[in-house]
């Protein structure tokens, strides 16, 4: 019999509880939620806006703060420094958004160079990485347009490839597709299933969309901050 592989856990969280007060009301978002990502998983977690999917992504790529344990990539991200922050999230995490965030004065691969630049790579390594990776996502001939030149579609690759850039393990998608039309939501999932079959990263994906969430092998449903599986 062969052996079954051992994959790591690349996000383990214990009792993570996020809570906002506002107006004399607390509203908790997120409630005692546990939590095993491993090595390779395709997870969605699906639900309608306001239930807390883009509080608890945020969470885990350091950009939120909560109570309980959350442990991302072996390093707890709740204890960490601004500075540790943004050096992990430069380093090790890639994120997808749904309105994509490029920066409009620089162009699609000055875009992509980014992230690498921020870690210290230098700028010749930075732009080599950045034209292999937008060619990976089919932009090899958009590389000197500016986001205003670009297709939507074209830009949502453009934050794909800005996200897997340098080899990143865990890719966090927020509502990815939100702002394509059926047909190039259809293509950028395909494209990023094939990048994952490709590279290997592991994926948290958030949305709304029942279709796409569909798609992902691992489902979970949150609601009243607690996830459910699907």
């Known amino acids: 019999m062969a052996k079954e592989e051992t994959r790591s856990v690349i996000v383990e969280t214990h009792n993570l509880s996020k809570e906002y007060r506002g107006e004399g009301e607390t509203v908790r978002v997120i409630d005692d939620l546990d ?3 491993y090595e390779k998983d395709m997870v969605c977690v699906e639900g309608a806006s306001g239930v807390g999917k883009s509080t608890l992504l945020h969470v885990l790529g350091t950009m939120d703060s909560a109570t309980g344990a959350a442990f991302v990539l072996g390093r707890d ?3 960490m420094s601004e500075p540790e922050k943004e050096m992990f999230r430069a380093r090790d995490l890639g994120f997808i958004f749904q309105h994509h965030y490029l920066l ?5 691969l000055e875009n992509v160079m980014m992230p690498l630049l ?5 700028f010749a390594v930075a732009e080599q990485m950045s034209r292999e990776m937008l060619g990976h996502v089919g932009l090899g001939h958009r590389l000197s347009h500016f986001p205003s ?3 939507g579609g074209e830009l949502a690759r453009t934050g794909v490839a800005r996200a897997l850039v340098g080899g990143k393990k865990l890719i966090l998608a927020d509502e990815p597709t939100g702002n394509l039309d059926k047909k190039n939501s259809d293509h950028l999932a395909e494209l990023i299933w094939k990048l994952h079959d490709e590279l290997g990263f592991t994926l948290i994906l958030v949305t709304h969309d029942t279709d ?4 992902l092998p691992v489902r979970y449903r949150m609601t009243q901050g607690r996830l459910i599986g699907v």
Request: hydrophobic content about 50%; aromatic content about 4%.
């Open 118 to 122: 921020i870690q210290g790579e230098s």
């Open 77 to 79: 991200v709740l204890k």
């Open 149 to 151: 030149q670009v297709s």
């Open 212 to 215: 796409l969430a569909a798609r």
């Open 104 to 108: 409009p004065d620089f162009t699609v």
């Open 35 to 37: 939590l095993v990502v």
